[in-house]
DNA sequence: GTTTATAGACAGAGAGACTGTCTTATGCAA
DNA sequence: TTGCATAAGACAGTCTCTCTGTCTATAAAC
């Protein structure tokens, strides 16, 4: 009988899938750990956008690729978490402002150091030059998916 | 005032998320144009996994890294969209074995043949030397992170 | 000043994961 | 052989996160 999976386990898609997973919840786990127990992968997507000034939901949903309900849905639920605060644009009466908390600040800060320390395990294993490259040819594809395909 | 993000953009675990989410968004496309329209992204969670001879439930779960709930609510969808047969396994009578249909093969075809283009596609603008590379890099940290903390 | 565009809110739906419980079948041991 | 622990899966319910569609209020443009 033929092999089902030909190329299978090779995959670029597979490995990116499986080591995004990983580190995630090691991350998430960690952060848990530190406190940070009621953030959830899915806050990343505002956090990661948010400028220092504070952001309007929809420039969020823009930056994270989403729809405005959804960012809406997100950043609510970080209001209630206390991780950022919503409060009128002085400039412009339709829109809020989404601005972090202390504890956004610290919750940002703590993700960050994490993730640092989750590529410095990887990088005893690897090497640090083998996984600079590595994740400077990641930047490269990602840069390439980005244009139009012909 | 001082950057909220003081690293970002280069962290590999947004790169491997952005990769992914970008293959996968343009191989299900793709996929959905072919005729399989009804495929679904989770659904992979179940193919990638199948033995050629049929597999159980439980198995498919473990592999997938979910509960037996979970898998079973993918395989009874995939079922339903004629991806897999669900029969009852001859040599345990409380199990059941999940078997590719024709269409599931078909399937499974497609999806490799269109993740190996898009793998093509980003080999014109790397090469396919750097390309091999990242890609080697990326087993050796799967692998790495396989391995339990200390 | 009227019309159009924009920011967000509200309601509802659906996918995909979870926990907890239950039934049935297997297999081993008393 | 009976009786119990184990295992496979089914059923019910919940939760998170995303979507679409519609609505209000404000801003901007003509």
Redesign the interface.
């Known amino acids: ?8 386990g ?11 997973d ?3 919840e ?2 998430y786990l960690a952060a848990a750990q530190e406190g940070f127990v009621d953030l959830r992968p899915s806050h990343s997507n505002v956090l ?1 956008h ?4 504070g952001s309007r939901i929809v420039d969020l949903a823009v930056r994270a690729d989403m729809t405005k309900q959804s960012m809406a849905y997100l950043t609510d639920a970080l209001a209630k978490l206390d991780y950022v605060e919503i409060r009128p644009d002085p400039t412009d009466g339709r829109a809020k402002l989404v601005v ?1 908390t202390p504890r956004g ?1 610290d919750a ?1 800060a703590a993700l ?1 150091r994490l ?2 320390a ?2 410095a ?2 990088a005893t ?2 090497g640090q030059a ?2 600079d ?3 400077d ?11 139009p ?1 012909q």
Chains 1, 2 share one sequence.
Not at 10 to 20: G, P
């Open positions: 009988m033929t092999d089902i999976h030909p190329v299978d090779a995959r670029l898609a597979q490995l990116c899938r499986a080591i995004y990983k580190l995630r090691e991350i990661r948010l400028d220092a000034a972090l600040h940002i960050t993730s640092l989750a590529e395990r990887i294993h690897l083998k996984l490259a590595v994740r040819g990641l930047a490269e594809i990602r840069a390439a998916l980005e244009e395909r």
